[in-house]
């Protein structure tokens, strides 16, 4: 069977921006790949790559906000919430490990926070000073 790897591409800028896709694996699925031979694709491809990199970034903001609006349990966002934020994810290890102060993670939040704030107000739909 051959991927086009193109086509897969476009296909997940799609899921992205679909606002009911709130699982980033579902979209793997939909494909009907494996996560193994998904993730082999990702090493070989980087504008596959940046699709799924924008994909959980879109993702992840979906779910923040639901969770922020009391649309889902807020628990399984903040169980999940690393797999979609790279920024997250590293927070939550050096959480385990130790080694995180009180300002190490307020800074942290703070450049969360700034990214997006970035993302909101560079969307195309945005109004001029509504945030």
Known sequence: MSIDIKQLTEDLYLF???PSMLIIREFIALTKLS???FTQLLSKNPELLEAYN???LQVGIRREKKALDSEINTSVYKETAPLYDDDLKEWEMEKKKGTLTVNDGLSKID???AKAQD???TQPNHIDGDS
């Open 54 to 56: 924008y994909a959980r």
């Open 35 to 37: 996560q193994n031979k």
């Open 119 to 121: 993302y909101i107000t």
């Open 111 to 113: 450049a969360i926070f």
């Open 16 to 18: 992205a921006e679909n």
